[in-house]
């Protein structure tokens, strides 16, 4: 899957360890007295001693998985404490660290809220720290949507243009209908993989079915256009219906930060499969044999890799 948000602030594991300055964004706390330690710098040390384990990039995934889990234990403890006394250089990396590591998990909405709340409450906060909050609010909606996207739940109503017709399409018109979505654009490689080696096949299965619909639904991120994504698909032969969603509303409606993404509905618009393309076409092309049978026509082969769109 294509990942479009970048991480927050993870990247400062690969930086080395946070300087011990401020920039004079706040004023210093004074320095302990003599033969004591600053509890500040004591427990934000703790987080550069994970850190320093993580840039050292472990082979064993659970032993990484482990140190992650270690990093976001320090930051949330380190923040609890210290959040009104840290320096700048000191808060940035804490919170932007836990933010990326509870946002990657979605059964930490809750804490996620409490923290930015807590955060927000911040006498003089730096204005990064602000910035910071506002897309940690963004990619909250994100999670929310998530959540609702699974199977069981009505699957949200969208409104784009078909890139060929000019016609307006909504998924409320194509009740009746088995609808699978596909969010993708011209510049993701994983996307038009996706399209040439089993989308193509299955619309060429199915095509003819009268109660099935593939609808490729095009996004304006990076730039994309309705016009790239048409001679896109000129070029490359696919001739599935393709609409296209100028403000990303129906991304942000199905929580999607990365693409390509599927999503399969019955004909109430009950969603029934749902996730990251690669992980969930074998659970479509299941369930579609398992409603159509014999109904589709023989698969047809898996098409060469797509042709460049010189975009």
């Known amino acids: 899957m294509k990942r479009l948000t970048p991480l927050l602030l993870l990247a400062a594991l690969v930086a080395g ?11 210093p706390p004074p320095a302990p007295p003599a033969g004591e330690t600053d509890p500040v710098a004591a427990d934000y040390a703790k987080i550069d001693a994970v850190a320093t384990k993580l840039r050292a990039r472990p082979a064993d995934e659970a032993v990484r998985n482990a140190l992650l889990e270690e990093l976001r234990t320090a930051c ?51 204005a990064e720290l602000t910035d910071m909050l506002g897309k940690v609010d963004g990619a909250l909606r994100a999670a929310e949507a998530r959540a609702a996207i699974a199977p069981g739940k009505k699957a949200p109503n969208w409104t784009a243009q078909d890139i060929h017709t000019g016609a307006q399409v909504t998924l409320e018109s194509l009740k009746g209908k088995v609808v699978l979505m596909d969010f993708w654009a011209t510049w993701c490689p994983p996307c038009k993989a996706l399209m040439a080696q089993e989308l193509a096949p299955l ?12 609808v490729g639904i095009g996004l304006p991120w990076r730039g994309d256009t309705p016009e790239k994504e048409k001679e896109f698909g000129e070029k490359n032969n696919y001739h599935w219906t393709k609409v296209f969603d100028p403000t990303a509303a129906a991304a942000e409606a199905y929580g999607i930060n990365g693409i390509p993404f599927l999503c399969l509905v019955d004909g109430e618009g009950t969603i029934l499969i749902a996730g990251t393309g690669g992980e969930v076409i074998g659970a479509i092309k299941d369930e579609l044999a398992k409603r159509f049978g014999e109904a589709g026509k023989a698969e047809a082969p898996k098409a060469d890799a797509p042709k460049s769109d010189g975009k």
């Open 17 to 27: 360890p946070a300087r011990a300055q401020d920039d004079g964004a706040k004023t």
């Open 76 to 126: 949330g403890e380190f923040l609890d404490k210290h959040a009104a006394k840290a320096s700048k250089d000191q808060l940035l990396p804490a919170a932007g660290m836990w933010f990326d590591l509870s946002l990657r998990r979605d059964d930490t909405i809750e804490a996620i809220k409490t923290r930015a709340a807590a955060l927000k409450g911040l006498k003089d906060p730096p």
């Open 203 to 214: 619309h060429a299965r199915y095509k003819d079915v009268a109660g099935f619909q593939l």
